[in-house]
Every structure is written in C-alpha cells, then in structure tokens.
C-alpha cells in the first residue's frame, strides 16, 4: 500500500528539521509508554538534526527556538550521582520518578542505554562532558555485567542481552576506560550469541536478528577483538556477510522471511560498514525503499503504507543511513551510532 | 480514577522538568495524577495493598515503565509470606500473587506483547517456581511449578498463534525449555514447531526453534550422525515444498557444516554430503519439472549448493561453484551482484 500523497523522491530537508525540532518541544500523549526513554528520544532528535547540519547555521537556533545550553542543562539534571552500594550511576531516562533524581532513592539509578544516549548526545551539543562522573559510571558497570557476560541495564535487575552489553561498550570506549568491565567475559557472551545461520541473536540460542547482529559487531570493534575473533572463527565473517547482504530486499528485513524496515538499512548497513563490506549493497534500491518511506510532513517510517506515520527511532535510523552516502549529510559513526565529526572533536579535546 | 480517601495522607509529587524540557511527553490528565501518587508512594518505600493497586493503576497507562514493575514486585514480595528458612537467589512470591500478576502481565501486554517489560515480570514471577522442579522433586512445590510450567507455556502458544514470529514470546518459551530441561516437553516442543510450520513453512523463528529444541538447548553438543541425517531429511523434504525459502535451506547447509567440523575427513561424512547434494539437485529438477521454470531462480537453493561444493573442496565442485556464482552474479541475484562477484572471487582463491 502507497500513500501517494507523502512519497516524494525528493529529500525533504527543511520538512525533517521541523519534525525534529517539534519532537524536541513536545510529544503527543501516544508517547506515553517512551516515558522512561526521553534520553532517548532526545538523542534520536539531536542526532538527526546534527546530520541535516542544522548546528551548522546558527541562525537556526533563533528560527527554531532551539538551545543547545538548555538542551544540556536538561540532560544533567537527569544525572544519577548515588554512591550506595549495588546501584548503576549514569543517566535516568526522564524526570518520571520525581524532580529530584539524585534523591538517594534506590529506584533513581542510571540505565545503561539512558547513560549511552545522553554521552551521545552530550558530545554531539558539544560539552566537554567535564560534568558527567565518568569513574562512578564506570565503577558500577560491575553491578550491571552478569556471570555470562551479559548485561543488566539497571542496579536493580532487568533483562539482559547484547542491545546492554552494546551500550557499556560504546561507553567505555567513549570514556576510554574499560576498568569496570570484564571484556573476556563479554566476549565470551558475544560468541554464545553465535547462531547456525551465521548472525546473531539478541539472547544465545535465539533466532538471528539484525538489531543484535549490529549489537555484537559493534561491540567487538569497540573492544578492538574483531580481528581475532573471525581468525578463531575460521568462516565466521564470510556467513555473517552472506547473512547481511541477505536480508536485502529492497529495503532490508530484520530476520529472513520477515518484512522490510527502514531502521534494518542503519542495523544491517553499520554492521557491514565495520565489515568494509557496506559496497555489497544495492545502495541505489535501498535508497529507493528508504526514500519511499520520507513523509512529506518530515521524519521517515518503517515502512511507506498508511498505518505507519513516521517516529523518532525510523526517522533517525533512516537518516543515520542515508548518511553514509549522501554528501550533503554529516555522517554518523557506524560504530558508536553518534556523530561522527563531534566524537572526533571530542576524541582530540581530550588527548 | 483514584477514590480520595485511599491516598488523602499522601502529597502527590508533581513531574517537574525543569524550566526548559526536553522532548515532553503530552501526558493525559489522569496519568499524570496518579504518576503523581505514586511517586509520594515510592519516595516513601511504602510497600502495601494500596501501593499495588496504584502500581496496576499507573501501568494501564504505561505498561514500559519498568520502575513501576519493579516497585510493584518490591509490594508484591513484602506482602508475600515466604516459607520458613527460605534461601534462594530468586524473589519469592506467594502462589496467588504469581497467579494474579502473569493475568495482570497478560492483560497489560495485549496480544501481542512487545513490551520488554510484562516479558521479564513473567520470569521474575516464574523463576523460584521452576528451580523448585530441578531441586524438590515429589512435593507440592513441584506440583504447583509444573502447573505453571503447563499454563506459561500454553499462554505463549496464544501469543505465536497472534503473531508466529513474536521475538520476546520465543525468547520466554526458549528459557522456560532450558530452565525445566524436561524431556517430555522437548518431545512435546518438536510437535508445536511441526504445526507451526504446516502452517508456515517460511517461519524462520520455528526453524531456529527447531535447532534449538533438536541440541536441547545447548551449543556444545552436536548432532550425532543419525539425528543430523534426520534432520538433513526434514529440511530438505520442507525446502521442497517452497524452493525459493531461505529458512530450511539455511538449516540444511548448518548441519552440514555441523557435521564437517566433527568428522570432515571421514567416509561417513563424505557419503552424507554425497547424499545431500544428489537430493538438492533432485529438489532443483523437481521444481524445474513441476513449475516449467528455471531452477537458477531459486537463489537460496543454489546458494546452499555452492556452500555444499565449497566443503565438497575438490578442483570440479569449486569450479562448479564458481560457475554458480557467477551465474547468481549476472543474471539471477540481481540485488546481490556484488556480493556473488566477491564470492566467486574468493572461490577461485581456493583453487590455486
């Protein structure tokens, strides 16, 4: 199904800036049960606009009633600072639990997904994240690994799988320190997620996805180990390439036999990027596919039918691609899914 | 939606973002209110009858908040009496309240649950029960377990039967397996994967299940002989039936990986691969026969018969392979030309 009204093969600029920006100051009630994840729809909005160049022109801010200073200050007040034992420090997805985050309460700790995305976003608005506390961050990584090497996201206990083990490496590796975490057990958990189609699964023994496929290389070339894992693996990275350049349909699909999705173009895209594999594609149909699915209003969906308006985790992902071969868009880092010239910058800042 | 009287000791505490917010959700009037009793209620630790209902409250509204759901089994566990000289890494909790709470999950989740979080609460209620299976066999803690065991496993069936390839309910229903590790519903489990791909023989989830349940869960025991010419038999009978199906031809190829890493080098497996190669050109031809169409155009079969010469090693497979690729390359796997280019080229590598 098309809605021929909203499918525009040219790219919409201005229109995706305007979506963001009024993602930025409010949300319809719809978004209700993303409460506990603003960080991360901050860092959706942020990213994208960073992509579109829209910090490039000043003018911007003023047009759009934007503030990266405020936008910053509402990060940090976000920020988990308790230093009770067996609690995760970071960053706390929204001010749901009350104003007061840092209130000692045993339910106020940072996620690690939450903690990720406000370093990304952080840096992207370019602080120097000389406020955030970087050793307590990293110190109470070891409340949140698991026997297996897998990840909780909160002190208190959740699930734990690779999107977590992910996030603590994209973490360490921005903060440069991996004091806190066991990355042998981490790789071990990482090959547990092996599967006999070649990718990897979310869990071990799970179907093979490309979120967790995109999880799991990322976190090996953060650690620095894919080398070595694929000389352990004799054949490993030919399958895992067979598998990626597989779920291209047009578009690409998540698992086999599944439909295609938009964000599966950044997952499936990033992952053979890091591969030096990207080239395999057919860029020009997946264009096409991602290109359908750019609403006219801004802001791209997961697929072009008219039950799926656009969202902040399709239209950035969407975006996050587009960037690898669009000139006119800033590129986003296919390991750390951020900016790639503002983590650059931050990277020289410190040294 | 919250009588006054029950919370009239308690000051709501508003949600307050500060002077510039970022990304504000548009909470309805009602959420807002009751968010606001509970979090005076969680400031307070107070973890009661009350407490609960007003978790349960806030839920319907946003059942992902997974500070609620653990506030709510904080109330839970408190109210719970736990038997005398407990010890358990688990929670325990008291047998009507798992009762009520996997209905509140259920109900909360929809019938299509993608939340995380109803997910993990379901585990959260179920996991001291089933490690009671492992350590108390005969008593009547056992006997409550396997009757949770029978009904979780029963609801995750309703939730495939609404969506086939739900992630989470897979992921639940592959824990509950290993957890248990009962033979019964390992033999029972290849049943309900049969009927799923009756239904749908492309269901890529039933076809990873299916590996699952046939190495029962774990990865360091593969399959012995006989049970890998099984399973070659299964999946090349289901690859028939749809030819172009990437699922069973992805299977087929792994167990013979499988086997090749085990007993590569013997007659046993140079006969199996012998086998599997002779029944995927049957299945080619087959197609060609019955369709009048070109058995080239069954990229998936194709591509498991490259795999298959790749391991078959020897100067004529390879340059068959190659031959295939190349084919793929020009003509029938148009998307993925680069990719078949690259392949043939790392094939010809294996020649020299």
């Not at chain 1, 000692?104 to 406020?131: E, F, P, V, W």
């Not at chain 2, 019938?111 to 001291?128: A, D, I």
């Not at chain 2, 070109?294 to 998936?300: I, L, V």
């Not at chain 2, 591509?303 to 020009?330: N, Q, V, Y």
Request: with cysteine.
């Amino acid at each position: 199904m098309s809605t021929s009204s909203s499918f525009e093969t040219v790219f919409k600029r201005v229109s995706h800036i305007q979506y963001f920006v009024q993602c930025l100051k409010k949300l319809p009630s719809k978004h209700a049960a993303l409460d506990t994840n603003r960080l991360t729809l901050v860092h959706f909005a942020v990213q994208s606009l960073d992509i579109l160049g829209f910090f490039d022109s000043p003018e911007n801010f003023k047009t759009y009633s934007i503030n990266k200073e405020e936008i910053i200050e509402w990060i940090y007040s976000l920020q988990v600072t308790s230093s009770a034992t067996r609690t995760s420090a970071g960053f706390i997805g929204g001010s749901f639990l009350g104003p007061d985050v840092d209130d000692g309460n045993y339910c106020n700790q940072g996620h690690l997904a939450m903690t990720y995305s406000a370093i990304c976003t952080l840096i992207t608005l370019g602080d120097d994240l000389k406020r955030v506390n970087r050793k307590e961050i990293i110190s109470s990584l070891k409340y949140l690994q698991q026997s297996d090497g897998s990840f909780q996201c909160v002190g208190y206990g959740s699930e734990c799988d690779l999107r977590f083990v992910y996030c603590a490496c994209a973490i360490c590796y921005i903060l440069g320190d991996w004091s806190g975490v066991d990355k042998d057990a981490m790789l071990q958990y990482i090959q547990s997620c092996r599967t006999y189609d070649g990718a990897l699964s979310l869990v071990p023994n799970q179907e093979s996805h490309g979120g967790s496929t995109y999880c799991g290389i990322a976190s090996l070339a953060l650690m620095g180990e894919l080398d070595q894992v694929f000389l352990h693996f004799d054949g490993w990275k030919e399958d895992l390439v067979r598998w990626c350049v597989s779920r291209q349909m047009e578009g690409m699909q998540g698992r086999p036999n599944k439909l295609e999705d938009t964000c599966y173009s950044y997952w499936i895209g990033a992952t053979l990027k890091i591969l030096d594999c990207e080239y395999l594609l057919d860029r020009d149909v997946l264009r096409c596919f991602v290109m359908g699915c750019q609403s006219g209003t801004g802001g791209f969906s997961k697929v072009r039918d008219e039950y799926h308006p656009p969202d902040l985790l399709h239209s950035f992902y969407s975006l996050a691609w587009l960037s690898f071969s669009r000139k006119e868009l800033h590129p986003i880092d296919c390991m750390l899914g951020m900016s790639s010239r503002h983590f650059d910058a931050f990277r020289r800042n410190v040294v | 939606m919250i009588p006054s009287e029950t919370f009239h000791d308690i000051t709501p505490i508003s949600q307050d973002d500060g002077p510039h917010p970022v990304c504000s959700i548009d909470y309805p009037k009602e959420f807002d209110e009751a968010q606001g009793y509970l979090r005076a209620i969680m400031r307070k630790d107070e973890r009661s009858e009350r407490a609960l209902e007003l978790t349960a409250l806030c839920l319907r509204f946003n059942p992902a908040n997974y500070t609620t759901w653990w506030f709510r089994r904080q109330c839970l566990a408190s109210l719970s009496i736990s038997p005398s000289n407990f010890e358990s890494k688990f929670t325990f909790f008291g047998l009507k309240f798992i009762a009520k709470d996997l209905m509140l999950a259920a109900k909360l989740g929809g019938t299509n649950p993608k939340n995380y979080q109803v997910w993990y609460h379901r585990r959260n209620l179920l996991e001291q029960s089933f490690s009671d299976i492992k350590s108390a066999s005969g008593t009547d803690e056992v006997g409550n377990a396997l009757e949770l065991v029978n009904e979780e496993i029963e609801y995750i069936a309703t939730v495939i039967a609404e969506d086939a390839k739900n992630y989470h309910a897979w992921s639940h229903r592959q824990w509950i397996l290993k957890a248990i590790n009962m033979e019964s519903k390992w033999n029972a489990e290849i049943e309900f994967i049969n009927g799923l791909l009756e239904d749908d023989v492309r269901n890529n989830s039933a076809w990873n299940q299916r590996w699952f349940v046939t190495h029962r869960g774990s990865k360091s025991i593969p399959f012995a002989i006989d049970d890998a010419r099984q399973e070659l038999s299964f999946s090349i009978c289901k690859a028939e039936q749809d030819p172009y199906n990437e699922s069973p031809w992805k299977y087929f190829v792994a167990v013979i990986k499988e086997q090749f890493r085990l007993i590569g080098t013997t007659p046993e497996f140079a006969s199996l691969i012998g086998v599997s190669e002779k029944a995927l050109e049957e299945t080619k031809a087959n197609f060609e026969q019955e369709s009048k169409k070109d058995g080239m155009e069954c990229t998936n079969l194709i591509a498991a018969h490259i795999d298959i010469l790749e391991i078959k090693g020897d100067k004529t497979s390879i340059a068959s392979a190659i031959e295939f690729a190349k084919l793929l390359e020009s003509r029938y796997d148009p998307v993925r030309k680069k990719y078949w280019k690259l392949r043939a080229q790392q094939l010809e590598v294996v020649t020299k």
